[in-house]
């Protein structure tokens, strides 16, 4: 080798590295299955009598005239004069610089261990560590301690420079390791074991050939690769734009006010959801948070969501593993679970495994009440819990112990300490001892609300009390009803019973329904229509004036007679002539009719309050109803005057009796006494329901109160309001900002 070839090969040997060139020198030829190195003139250096040659990552240049053979599963050093080293007894060998990574197995060839030596085979540093990985001139290094892998970093005399006291240590740059301590903060170290940050950090990306990005809690900043401060970790995003400058946009901050306007606290999230007084759920980038009201972070977690379960407890996850905690950020359920539920007063916890998935049961403190796990789980009250296992459904306590055994098909329901349960196809009941009260058969059995139960079918159907008497047989099918029964038989005949078994109408007409609920039904057959009371008294019968029957509503019912609709009283009375084209039910003592295809209204006297000239009339709601005509709405009064002009393209009626008016695309309020409190100029409103008002406004958002007064200026991106204490959550977006100009800076 030429003395300039040599001083090139030195350097490279020198900054660390490998000169492929020189490794190019040699080849490596395999014979009968087996292999060898010769040089570039081909001249044999090593027989072929080997399975490998190069190094266990595959590499195969010949590093300072040596390099690794391999001799069934193990690895050994050789020269290029076929002279071995070291016997083929390592699992690993990775060359270095000026040393080779290797590793032996342990004691009990579970795992390997991995130690240090130099080119002639020597060892350096013992075989005693997890992991090595060089960094410069001194090594990564990890190791079980407590029955965790700890990460260090150690020079090549094994002396320790950084401690074992980190968890992760990962690879950012050539020269910047990120090491990851039990707090799951980052410390940047550089090859020298020196830390390159004076601020804890939960991650690190590469942003440019000399910038770093850095996080903590999901802001964001920006150093060099010497740890030197470009921005400080308070943006959600960096980019560079054509001119080669350098933007940053600001975190997205909150302020808290009063219903004064008084501005409060101010909170710097992504988001917000009130959740609780003085509690918050909160997004910054991809962390969640529960916070309190001053902004302290009480739970924080990173690529998950918080789901809600309670007004005092939450879901997490994490790696893809689901976990309970309080608002106060304890942990009352570990992340282990593959789903939890909560029902009542108990915790439902998935587990899938590979032989056996099933639920457990735990309180909401977390302790778990049964070693027992079940396919399925639900609870049928308060006390009582369904199960399924192997198939079948059984019902357990609140604690976890067995009360029927697992041998039905389903279980439907529980009443009066009563099972309605499914048993081969046939429906049955049982009690709280698993013991037969109805055994099973065919048709269908209902739990009556005074604890005995029925059962029905179209052959027989039987009324039994919960010890097993029989109370009442019917050769009909009985559909139970609060107060009692409506039979009915194979042809589809309807009749009557109560809830004492008095057959009120007999198994014989076409219909059998409620009008007034649990009171009054409707009866017909080939004669007409009736109606009977539950106390037995026939209203009236045989009444064939009915076309249609629309219903009843405060003390009128709808009718329809001889093409026309008018209103009679529960005796069946007219009370107003059927003399209308159509009708609405009376509602605050108003009904509407039409006339010649227009819409009025009449009070129960028939008196007409409001003229038919509309084309449509809504149900008047404290004396207000909206009107529409000529393809505009407006808003009438019970005495049929306009108390809001007919100006509008829609009007509608929001929960709290108020009014939402559009015209022009534009939205506008108006209150339950009918009197216009914002004019519609507004792209949307929100009517709180307690005297303010959220609206916006060429997409800037503000606060009114119910007087029109202006609590918070229409200037913010966003308004939230928290029902907990009445505050509302205001933000404007923030701009990016210029941070650098990367042609000014002449080391970026």
């Known amino acids: 080798m030429g003395r300039k070839k040599a001083l090139i090969l030195l350097l490279f040997i020198v900054n660390g590295i490998l000169p492929y060139s020189y490794a190019n020198e040699y080849s490596i030829f395999e014979e009968n299955q087996k292999k060898g190195l010769k040089d570039h003139k081909g001249k044999e250096l090593i027989p072929a009598e080997y399975d490998e040659i190069g190094w266990s990552d595959g590499q195969t240049m010949v590093l300072d005239g040596i390099i690794g053979f391999k001799v069934d599963e193990y690895w050994g050093l050789i020269n290029l004069k076929n002279s071995k080293l070291t ?106 074991g020196s830390f390159l940050l004076n601020v804890k950090i939960d991650d690190v990306d590469v942003f440019t050939d000399h910038l770093l990005i850095i996080s903590k809690n999901g802001k964001k900043g920006l150093v060099d690769f010497k740890g030197d401060k ?28 009063s219903v004064e306007g008084k501005s409060l606290d101010t909170l710097s999230y992504d988001d917000l959801i009130a959740i609780d007084s003085g509690y918050y759920k909160a997004k910054r980038q991809n962390y969640s ?79 778990q009440l049964s070693s027992k796990e079940f396919d399925a789980v639900y609870h049928l009250d308060d006390q009582n819990i369904a199960f399924k296992k192997n ?113 009120l109408l007999k198994v014989e007409y076409m219909f059998v329904g409620p009008i007034v609920e649990d009171s009054t039904f409707l009866f017909k057959n080939e004669k007409g229509w009736g109606l009977v ?39 069946g009375k007219l009370r107003i002539a059927n003399r209308y084209e159509g009708i609405d039910l009376f509602n605050d003592g108003m009904a ?10 009449i009070n129960k006297y028939e008196n007409i309050v409001v003229q038919p000239y509309f084309d449509q009339i809504g149900v008047f709601e404290n004396k207000l109803a909206i009107a529409q005509k000529k393809n505009k709405y407006g808003i009438l009064n019970n005495d049929g005057k306009t108390v809001i002009a007919f100006d509008y393209d829609s009007l509608y009626r929001i929960q709290n009796g108020n009014f ?19 004019y519609p100029k507004y792209d949307s409103i929100l009517d709180l329901n307690n005297g303010y008002v959220i609206a916006e406004r060429k997409n800037k958002s503000g606060v009114f109160s119910s007087s029109g007064v202006f609590i918070v200026p229409v200037i913010y991106d966003q308004i939230l309001f928290d029902p907990y204490k009445q505050i509302f959550l205001v933000t404007e977006d923030p701009e990016w900002e210029r941070v650098i100009d990367l042609n000014d800076a002449k080391t970026y």
Not at 331 to 358: C, H, M, P, W
Not at 443 to 450: C, H, I, K
């Open 592 to 601: 509407n009719i039409k006339i010649l295809n227009r819409w009025g209204t």
């Open 87 to 192: 016997a083929p007894k390592f699992e690993d060998l990775i060359p270095g610089n000026k040393s080779i990574i290797a590793s032996v197995p342990d004691s009990y060839k579970l795992n390997n261990l991995f130690g240090l030596i130099n080119h002639s085979g020597k060892t350096l540093i013992n075989f005693k560590y997890n992991s090595i990985e060089g960094f410069g001139a001194n090594f990564i290094v990890s190791k079980k301690i407590d029955e965790n892998i700890r990460f260090g970093l150690i020079n090549q005399k094994d002396e320790l420079i950084l401690p074992f006291d980190y968890y992760s240590a990962s690879k950012v740059t050539n020269n910047i390791f990120a090491f990851k301590n039990l707090d799951q903060d980052l410390d940047l170290i550089d090859p020298n």
């Open 533 to 571: 009371e539950l106390s037995g008294e026939i209203l009236f019968k045989d009444d064939d004036r009915f076309e249609q029957i629309i219903g009843y509503n405060e003390e009128f019912i709808g009718v329809k007679i001889d093409g026309f609709y008018g209103f009679i009283d529960l005796n």
């Open 391 to 503: 198939g079948f459904w059984g019902i357990i306590d609140n604690y976890g112990n067995e009360k029927i055994f697992a041998k039905y098909d389903s279980i439907y329901t529980k009443m009066n300490d009563l099972f309605l349960v499914d048993f081969y196809g046939e429906k049955g009941v049982v009690d709280v001892f698993g013991e037969w009260k109805v055994y099973p058969q065919k048709g269908d059995v209902y739990l009556l609300e005074n604890g005995n139960y029925l059962i029905s079918s179209y052959f027989q159907s039987r009324i039994i009390n919960r010890w097993g008497n029989e109370l009442f047989v019917s050769e009909n099918y009985l559909h139970p009803f609060r107060k009692g029964f409506i039979e009915e038989d194979f042809e589809n005949n309807f009749g009557l019973l109560d809830y004492d078994f008095n057959r």
């Open 289 to 367: 948070f529960i916070i309190n009201d001053k902004g302290e972070e009480i739970f924080k977690i990173k690529n998950s969501d918080i789901q809600f379960l309670n007004d005092s407890l939450a879901l997490f996850e994490t790696k893809n593993r689901f976990g309970v905690i309080n608002y106060i950020g304890d942990t009352i359920v570990e992340a282990r679970y593959d789903a939890i539920k909560i029902s009542v007063n108990r915790f439902f916890l998935y587990s899938k495994k590979t032989n056996q998935s099933g639920w457990a049961l735990s309180d909401l403190y977390g302790v």
């Open 230 to 257: 470009i921005a400080s970790i308070n943006y959600q995003e960096f980019f560079i734009n054509d001119n080669g400058l350098l933007n940053g946009l600001p975190e997205k901050n909150w302020r808290l006010l």
């Open 660 to 678: 939402i008016c559009i015209l022009n695309s534009n939205y506008g309020l108006i209150n339950n006494q009918g009197e216009i409190m914002f």
